[in-house]
């Protein structure tokens, strides 16, 4: 009887796929790479030992050959791999269908020492109608995705090793830079940099409630012609007035809602027009991280967790994705739970499709979306927890996407009272459509939501009640978790797979914590990003960054040739700007502090003002350094506990960079 062997990455997976394919197969798990480059000095193979680039991993100057070994703890387990081999007739690799798994799988035929017999298995669901179907539908491997995920390895392994000593001889060790993390630092410094900058603007708001039964509000608009100021009439780097708009004084304020209470509204204008709002797509692996931070509360990292296990369980298709299209299976599947729930006139009479948005894309999966080509309903997968919530998450957001379109009326008055106009809109649903199913967490949310009466120009209505409110100008909003992923895709940073990974990274170095679910940047982080931005402007910008993935897809595709791209990029590019990096970190200059700024000094981090230092504590975020906060710090430099000394005098440069290392860990576990 022939036997076929299939390895896949997870064990929970290989006992899943056992169970569909049944005797005749046997299924074992890599647990993951099989090969890498080295980590240590003590892996690097005796023959590379004495060359000048072994450290690297990476021979430059012959093609860019990597050195590939398999690490300790895999040796056992690839003793194990080979002995299969011997007894099996057939070999299937069945790793993830993605760049990743592609390069996982050649790792294996080299690691196995398979010279034939063995062919590329490839599922996007663990279902036994898909697994016994891709076993048979085998395929060889694609040397065009290896040679792409080679090329990012090499890459991320070149820059690692050379940028990241420069921040350890500038700044501090411990700390790293790369590719994707570095240009998301510097996205997070800029929008810190420019709340720092920002200088905030009074300016008054009022509102009245209008009408008898169920009163709405309405805002003033202006005054005897003359608009009232918002939020964009000023200048955010000075706070001054950029337009002609009246500011109110907190005494006009107060005047103008004694006169609009003493007197009713007229309406100048009536206006109502229908819209409609589509379902939205169904989930890429970026677009479910961000829905389920909104709403679910989970971070990237939480989320990507809990879908491999839906995926490895057979609940959900391959997680890494950036197609948002279904297949016809699926499409049908999801067009007969909304009809079966909601009527045949749920769904519009053709299915919907869609395609990416975002920059480099790549389309070469389904999105995600529950399993099979009966959808399970969310009470019957016999899931719990958080992984019953993300489920039921992705199954609501699928169906609904082929639903019909919320339609509605958006309804505009325009209204006075003498020389005061005020503006009301409201919004009324005459079809929720898709969102009986499935509605964003922000839907519905501001005075748009009112419902206003249906009334003729020149009505009298009656003001119940006014106010005025004194707001400021808000400083540019800080990135969520959520939303720096949404504007890493668009401008094609990055890839679905490595979101996650990015911000545990950003988060473990102490470049950023997360604040009431919002990324703060350390001044840790802005040093680096500063260090950066001078010495390696290339490395930070997203333009440039986003150029390299798209570079990396046409590897993929065979139209560029691996040598030729690392040959350029490296080359004739990074190594020389490595090369002529300054040794020493900037300055951070501290807005809102005149003649402060904030520095590296053996390896602490210190705010240095009028002569005077003082260290600066982990947990305090740049935009709350004002000016006594900074006179607070320098007159009792207690405020942060240094390193206990056993005698008086200044730390060495080792204490003071391990006691900075604990600092900074001990701030990104913190959060």
């Known amino acids: 009887m022939s036997t076929t062997l299939v390895i896949v990455e997870s064990p929970s997976k290989a006992k899943k796929i056992q169970g569909y394919l049944g005797s005749g197969y046997t299924v074992r798990a890599s647990l993951g790479h099989i090969r890498d ?176 039964q169920k009163p709405f509000t309405a805002t003033v608009l202006g005054v005897s012609g003359q608009r009232l100021a918002t939020p964009k009439d000023f200048d955010p780097a000075t706070g001054q007035l950029k337009t002609d708009a009246l500011v109110l004084t907190a005494e006009q304020a107060g005047q103008l809602v004694t006169f609009l209470k003493a007197r009713p509204v007229t309406v100048l204008s009536t206006e109502c027009v229908p819209y409609s709002t589509k379902p939205p797509a169904p989930f890429t692996t970026s677009t479910l991280q961000q829905e389920a931070s909104k709403a679910l509360k989970l971070s990237p990292k939480q989320s990507m967790d809990l879908a491999q296990k839906l995926y490895e369980g057979g609940h959900i298709t391959y997680m890494r994705t950036d197609s948002p299209s279904l297949s016809d299976e699926a499409t049908a599947a999801a067009r007969a739970v909304a009809v079966a729930a909601f009527g045949q006139g749920a769904v519009p009479s053709n299915p919907r499709t869609y395609a990416a948005k975002a920059k480099n894309a790549q389309e070469a999966h389904e999105a995600i979306r529950p399993s099979g080509k009966v959808f399970k309903a969310p009470e019957t997968t016999g899931l719990a927890g958080d992984e019953l919530a993300l489920y039921d998450l992705i199954y609501r957001r699928t169906v609904a996407s082929q639903m019909l379109d919320l339609t509605g009326m958006k309804t505009t008055l325009i209204l006075k009272a003498g020389a005061v106009q005020l503006g009301a809109v409201g919004r009324t649903v005459t079809d929720p459509g898709f969102t009986r199913l499935y509605q964003d967490v922000q839907e519905g949310e501001g005075e748009e939501s009112q419902v206003l009466p249906d009334v003729q120009q020149g009505a009298a209505l009656p003001v119940r009640d006014a106010k005025a409110e004194e707001k400021k100008t808000p400083a540019p909003g800080r990135f969520t978790e959520a939303s720096l992923v949404r504007a890493l895709e668009k401008v094609g940073v990055g890839r679905p797979s490595t979101y996650a990974s990015i911000l545990s990274t950003l988060d473990h170095r102490g470049y950023t914590r ?44 065979g139209a560029l040739t691996r040598e030729a791209y690392l040959t350029r990029f490296w080359t004739e590019g990074f190594a020389r700007t490595i090369a002529q990096a300054p040794q020493r970190a900037p300055s951070v200059p501290v807005p809102r502090v005149p003649g402060a700024v904030v520095t590296v000094r053996a390896g602490e981090v210190i705010l240095a003002m009028n002569g005077r230092t003082a260290p600066l504590p982990v947990d305090l975020v740049p935009d709350n350094l004002t000016l006594e906060v900074a006179v607070d710090l320098l007159a009792e430099k207690t405020s942060v506990q240094r390193p206990t000394k056993k005698r008086p005098g200044k730390p060495n440069k080792k204490e003071a960079r391990s006691n900075f290392r604990r600092k900074t860990v001990l701030s990104s576990s913190d959060s």
């Open 37 to 212: 480059l080295p980590s240590t000095k003590a892996e690097i193979p005796e023959k590379y030992a004495s060359e000048a680039w072994a450290r690297l991993g990476v021979n430059v100057s012959d093609g860019f050959k990597p050195i590939y070994i398999v690490p300790a703890g895999k040796k056992k387990l690839a003793t194990e791999l080979r002995a299969l081999v011997r007894t099996a007739d057939r070999v299937l690799l069945a790793t993830d269908p993605d760049r990743e798994g592609e390069a996982f799988a050649w790792h294996l035929v080299a690691a196995l020492g398979l010279k034939s017999g063995f062919e590329r298995m490839t599922f996007h669901e663990i279902t036994k109608e898909a697994i016994q179907a891709a076993a048979q539908h085998t395929r060889p491997i694609d040397y065009a995705l290896v040679g792409a995920q080679e090329s990012r390895r090499i890459i991320d392994r070149l820059l690692g090793y050379g940028v990241s000593p420069l921040l350890w001889n500038s700044i501090s060790s411990g700390l790293s830079a790369g590719r994707v993390q570095s240009a998301a630092l510097v996205a997070l410094a800029h929008r810190e940099q420019a709340r720092m900058a920002h200088v905030s603007a009074p300016y008054w708001r009022v509102t009245a409630q209008i009408g008898d």
């Open 514 to 557: 997360v604040v009431k679910r919002q990324l703060t940047v350390t001044w840790l982080g802005l040093l680096v990003s500063a260090y950066l931005a001078q010495a390696c402007a290339d490395l930070v910008d997203v333009q440039f960054t986003a150029h390299m993935e798209a570079e990396l897809d046409q590897i993929a595709e």
